[in-house]
């Protein structure tokens, strides 16, 4: 497989790094060779979690700005600062729930527009799904569940080349067992979404 480079972002806590396994698990189901790395940040304090994941043959997990073919985000303006990273030929697929840093809470920072942030993603990139997958996860069962929403909707858009059934077994290997079934109606509801969340 020619190398696939895709860019996962994310705040503290909204489950980058489950998701990224998921995904790696997914690739070893279909076949495919996985290379991953993680930047955590300040994870712990609500900062950004980054993870880059090449699936096919490729000799490292670093990507270049420019280079992502795929750029997940959990969080619109996180989604937006990656955007570096893209090119006009990179799919984007985000959430538009916002998680605003304390910075803006106290008064000393400014939060973009989602229209606005939606808007710069669809003119610099080849295509933008954008989804409520903070209310997607809610009707689940949990808003943990915001990030297999998000891989439910990266999965429909055939971005990544990956089943659905295959990611669904993947989801049934990595998770506890007592949250599969939540996850998997996630995963269905960010899939369906997407369908009809292409900006």
Known sequence: MKPLRMIIVAVGGQGNLLASKVLGEAALIEGVEVRMSEIHGMAQRGGVVESSIIFGDASSSIISDGEADILLGF?????????????????????????????????????????????????????????????????AGSPMSVNIVL??????TGALGFSKENVKAAIKRRIKPALVEMNLNAFDLGFEAAAAGTV
Do not use: H, W
């Open 75 to 139: 969080e619109p303006a996180e989604t937006l600062r990656a955007i570096a990273r893209c090119s006009a030929n990179t799919k984007v697929i985000t959430n538009t729930a916002t998680l605003p840093p304390f910075t803006v809470g106290i008064g000393k920072g400014t939060y973009p527009e989602v229209d606005e942030i939606k808007r710069v993603l669809k003119e610099k990139t080849a295509g933008l799904v954008a989804i409520d997958a903070m209310a997607l996860a809610r009707e």
């Open 151 to 156: 891989l439910g909707a990266l999965i429909q």
